[in-house]
Every structure is written in structure tokens, then in C-alpha cells.
Nanobody, 121 residues
């Protein structure tokens, strides 16, 4: 089964940065599109980035475009999310997920357990 473990979350001040990592196992990572999703308190899940198998195509919603960068290392079966210029509205649990958001937003079986990101002064 899909196993994803996120790390790197924490408490940061507005304007700060964090780098999230996601280690994958239980499937062929190099053959899978991957995504980062987040869920803020009282809200539904929201996709924040997606990347294709080879890592040469990336996607972001306007809310994070220019601030977040998704990348992957297929040799290490690891997905990354570099988050810069963080805002309070970025506060959420961030989940690594297998597939693209059309596949994984509604299927929590494809998510990792998540790592908490709190942006607050």
C-alpha cells in the first residue's frame, strides 16, 4: 500500500520559510504524479502543488504561485515543497499525496498523515 511520511513542518513567523519533505514507499514512486495538499482548520482540503513523474512539469494555484516550489528526487523516492514568504493563511496540515489532485483530493488513502505548518507572530 501507499506509504507517505511528511516531515519539516513547524512554527514560523510570517515571511519565513520552511522546506517539507515526503518519503514514499509501497509503490513505484518514479511512475507516479505527486501532489501536496493542505487542510486548514474548519476547511476542506486544498491542493497547493502538483508535479509530473519526471519532475519537469509543475503546477500551483494562484494562492501560492511564486512562493512555493515543488520538486522531487526519484532516486530517493522523495518529494519536496519549499515554502517561502509564508503567510498566516498558509497555516494548515500539509499532506503529501500520490497522483494528481483530481485523483487524490477525495481519496485520503493516497495521503500521508501530514505535517503541521503554523505561520504566526
Amino acid at each position: 500500500e501507499v506509504k507517505l511520511v511528511e516531515s519539516g513542518g513547524g512554527l514560523v513567523q510570517p515571511g519565513g520559510s520552511l522546506r517539507l519533505s515526503c518519503t514514499a514507499s509501497g509503490f513505484t514512486f518514479r511512475s507516479a504524479d505527486m501532489s501536496w495538499l493542505r487542510q486548514a482548520p474548519g476547511k476542506g482540503p486544498e491542493w497547493v502543488s502538483a508535479i509530473n513523474q519526471e519532475g519537469d512539469k509543475t503546477y500551483y494555484p494562484d494562492s501560492v504561485k511564486g512562493r512555493f516550489t515543488i520538486s522531487r528526487d526519484n532516486a530517493k523516492s522523495t518529494l519536496y515543497l519549499q515554502m517561502d514568504s509564508l503567510k498566516s493563511e498558509d497555516t494548515a496540515v500539509y499532506h503529501c499525496a500520490a497522483g494528481d489532485p483530481t485523483e487524490n483530493l477525495g481519496n485520503r488513502d493516497l495521503w500521508g498523515p501530514g505535517t503541521q505548518v503554523t505561520v504566526s507572530s
